[in-house]
T-cell receptor, first 113, second 113 residues
């Protein structure tokens, strides 16, 4: 029940296309859903996050879509660029700071130039 | 601000040797974490700390020990290294209040022969 399932494991998208990464969770107590971006040789960094009181959050070319009833959320990267090539992790937690953040297994995204 | 720093960046150990990984943060964060990252496994929490002098076990604590004697430092120890501990280790920190964002260090690549 503590797992966050992420798919696909890897993704190749043409430059200018839309990249979509999906995540699903079971624990209905989760109320914070961040996405982290990791470039090779670097640590992950927060990209965008959403709370379940909204169904969508957009920051530039990055959008999180959230479906509370299905317990699913996804990251959409519009107009994907080669500089977006990285590993993306979804995650989930409660807002209780003593609760751990549960990470998905990651998606390696490669944008073809 | 340096953010989160990790020492060393790379290390090669022989089976049975011991070592300590040092994490330091200058953001006055209460929470600190140690993760390991293995291909296809995502980020797995080893140990974490919710404040100076406190530590707690994460998802994969066996074979590791930690200490948080000072608020800004979080040490990860391997008493008797095993090849299964070959991994990239990331330290992270997060504040007590406000955003739940975790700030990650650059990682330590450890190889155990």
């Amino acid at each position: 029940q503590q797992q966050v399932k992420q798919s696909p494991q890897s993704l190749i998208v043409q430059k200018g296309g839309i990249s979509i990464i999906n995540c699903a969770y079971e624990n209905t107590a989760f109320d914070y859903f961040p996405w982290y971006q990791q470039f090779p040789g670097k640590g992950p960094a927060l990209l965008i996050a959403i709370r379940p009181d909204v169904s969508e959050k957009k920051e530039g070319r990055f959008t999180i879509s959230f479906n509370k009833s299905a317990k699913q959320f996804s990251l959409h990267i519009m107009d994907s660029q080669p500089g977006d090539s990285a590993t993306y992790f979804c995650a989930a937690s409660t807002m209780n700071r003593d609760d751990k953040i549960i990470f998905g297994k990651g998606t390696r995204l490669h944008i073809l130039p | 601000n340096a953010g989160v720093t990790q020492t060393p960046k790379f290390r090669v150990l022989k089976t049975g040797q011991s070592m300590t990984l040092l994490c330091a943060q200058d953001m006055n964060h209460e929470y600190m974490y140690w993760y390991r990252q293995d291909p296809g496994m995502g980020l797995r929490l080893i140990h974490y700390s919710v404040g100076e002098g406190t530590t707690a076990k994460g998802e994969v604590p066996d074979g590791y020990n930690v200490s948080r004697l000072k608020k800004q430092n979080f040490l990860l120890g391997l008493e008797s290294a095993a090849p299964s501990q070959t991994s990239v280790y990331f330290c992270a920190s997060s504040p007590l209040t406000g955003s739940r964002e975790q700030f990650f260090g650059p990682g330590t690549r450890l190889t155990v022969l």
